[in-house]
């Protein structure tokens, strides 16, 4: 979405890609959480899984990959900094928007929840 701010243009691939802000896939497991805790209780199996697995991605999404995407930034700069006779000179540059930082999933996380209970509403 901030694509279409810095840069004037529409890139649709920005709404299933990896990064930005809020976290999609932190909107999507929260949700998920959030929807099968209202329907069925939070003393259920499913609940407990769904905020399992939600954890899970949003621990990725602030740790692993975050920091991966960090690391493909710096490879990227350090490319660009080679001379154009290097073998790697002309290598596609990496994915460096892979991870979300903390404010970012905890908006997705919020997003999720004001999703499920509006689906809840309207169903």
């Known amino acids: ?13 920005r709404l299933l890609g990896s ?5 999609s896939h932190s909107a999507t497991v929260t ?4 929807a099968i805790g209202l329907k069925e209780g ?10 399992v697995f939600a954890s899970v991605v949003m621990y990725d999404a602030t740790g692993v990959r975050l920091h991966a995407g960090r690391q493909a930034e710096l490879l ?3 490319v660009c900094e080679l001379p ?3 073998p790697v000179s002309n290598v596609r540059p990496l994915r460096d928007s892979l991870g979300h930082t903390p404010l970012q999933v ?4 919020m997003l ?9 509403s309207s169903g």
């Open 84 to 86: 154009p006779e290097h």
């Open 112 to 120: 999720g929840c004001i999703i499920a209970f509006f689906m809840r």
């Open 31 to 34: 949700a998920l959480a959030v």
């Open 76 to 78: 990227n700069q350090i």
């Open 1 to 13: 979405m901030m694509c279409r701010y810095k840069e004037k243009r529409w890139d649709s691939r």
């Open 106 to 109: 905890a908006a997705g996380a």
């Open 42 to 51: 939070t003393g259920g199996s499913a609940f407990a899984i769904a905020v």
């Open 19 to 23: 990064g930005g802000m809020p976290s």
